[in-house]
């Protein structure tokens, strides 16, 4: 039985660097850079404008949403919300960019998490006849059902005796 774990060929440190200095990865790069910092200066704007609005204009902040006597919802309150929907709103904004933007790309780079491993998977499958000695040599001990593991869990973490064992 080999133990030794299968490599990745010899190629893909080429193919990665050949798809890093591609012009079509670095125009993804700068355009994904571009929205993000748009997208976190929108936010910033609304975050910290609230926060200097909570600071330097109180009596706004202050007021009530209703004139009716009784009301007590200030004007900061649909405000702060506003923060918050905004934050996802910009996050969902970014999610359909981040997935159109991948349609959009060339086949190479829209490989997903291992795009240039073509020939061989990271693992190395073993046929069942290499197998079969190691899994007879392998103990049976203790219990060998889901249910038979269940109890076992069960009684193992018991902080109390069973009932009807207990000092007399």
Do not use: C
């Not at 923060?83 to 829209?110: F, G, K």
């Not at 046929?127 to 060998?144: C, H, N, R, S, Y």
């Amino acid at each position: 039985m080999s133990t030794a774990a299968a490599k990745p060929p010899e190629k893909a440190s080429k193919g990665a660097r050949e798809l890093i200095e591609s012009p079509d990865f670095k125009a993804l790069v700068r355009k994904r850079w571009t929205v993000s910092f748009v997208l976190l200066a929108i936010l910033f704007v609304g975050y910290y404008g609230f926060i200097l609005l909570v600071s330097f204009n109180k009596e706004l902040m202050a007021r009530t949403v209703s004139s009716e006597p009784g009301a007590v919802t200030t004007v900061g309150i649909p405000l702060a919300i506003a923060v918050i929907v905004l934050a996802w709103i910009l996050v969902a904004v970014y999610v359909y960019w981040a997935n159109a933007a991948r349609a959009q790309l060339p086949r190479p780079l829209r490989g997903g998490v291992w795009p240039l491993r073509r020939h061989k998977p990271g693992y190395l499958r073993l046929p069942i006849e290499e197998l079969a000695a190691t899994v007879e040599g392998w103990p049976l001990e203790g219990p060998q059902s889901w249910e038979q593991r269940k109890w076992a869990r069960i009684v193992a973490n018991r902080s109390l005796p069973p009932a009807g064992r207990g000092p007399k």
